[in-house]
């Protein structure tokens, strides 16, 4: 298969490493933290490596597994280093109380991180719909994306397939703000009475 480097070693990390690991991708974690980073690359296996932080990323495709609140920064940080790079945003910009996003139709987070990134990475919103627990049961489930590079967006999408996932193509980069508001429905969908054990799909009637 192919190098994933994931920035981050949070749970959405550990779950979006572990699961690319088990369907035969070779795992970099990057984090501030490089014991943490080491940590989880020790609890992936499969050949889980760590990079230097701000270092070139040794995947093509970038998995920003960051809180919303510091991505424009971490991006900022590796600047050219992500030159050529197509960069997963998985982040939720959830307000206080999870009643709403912080973000605003074309301000989405990952038109930000676009518009911090070099201007030849390429940003695509997933993941942000799947809760990590339902990530690490390794069952089949749809990914809803959003993205602007049609190149990028293929790329994104032979990865879903290959970790036994469905991509759904919601269109270009201005659809990120329609995920994220999306991600508002999900959680009070799992706060009043669904659980964490659910996804958001799409059916053909």
């Known amino acids: 298969m192919t190098t994933i480097s994931i920035i981050g070693a949070g749970n959405m990390a550990t779950a979006i490493g572990t699961r690319a690991a088990k369907h035969g991708h070779t795992i970099?974690?990057?984090?501030?933290?490089?014991a943490k980073a080491q940590a989880l690359a020790d609890q992936i296996g499969d050949g889980?490596?760590?990079?230097?932080?701000?270092?070139?990323?040794?995947?093509?495709?970038?998995?920003?597994?960051?809180?919303?609140s510091g991505a424009v920064d971490v991006v900022g940080h590796y600047g050219d280093a992500l030159a050529?790079?197509?960069l997963i945003d998985i982040s939720?910009?959830?307000?206080?109380?999870?009643?709403?996003?912080?973000?605003?139709?074309?301000?989405?987070?990952?038109?930000?991180?676009?518009?911090?990134?070099?201007?030849?990475?390429?940003?695509?919103?997933?993941?942000?719909?799947?809760?990590?627990?339902?990530?690490a049961q390794d069952k089949p489930v749809d990914v809803f994306f959003a993205g602007d590079s049609a190149e990028?967006?293929?790329?994104v999408a032979a990865f879903l397939e290959s970790l036994g996932m469905r991509p759904l193509d919601a269109g270009g980069l201005e659809m990120a703000y329609i995920l994220e508001s999306a991600g508002i429905l999900l959680m009070g969908l799992a706060r009043n009475g669904a659980g964490f054990d659910i996804a958001l799909g799409a059916k053909a009637l």
């Not at 040794?58 to 960051?66: L, P, Q, R």
């Open 28 to 34: 970099e974690l990057m984090n501030r933290d490089t």
């Open 48 to 68: 889980a490596t760590v990079g230097a932080f701000g270092a070139t990323p040794a995947g093509d495709i970038v998995i920003m597994a960051v809180l919303y």
């Open 84 to 86: 050529g790079k197509t």
């Open 92 to 135: 939720n910009p959830f307000n206080a109380d999870i009643s709403g996003v912080l973000t605003t139709a074309g301000n989405s987070a990952s038109q930000q991180i676009a518009a911090a990134a070099p201007a030849d990475a390429h940003v695509v919103k997933a993941f942000n719909l799947i809760f990590g627990g339902v990530l």
């Open 152 to 155: 990028a967006k293929a790329r």
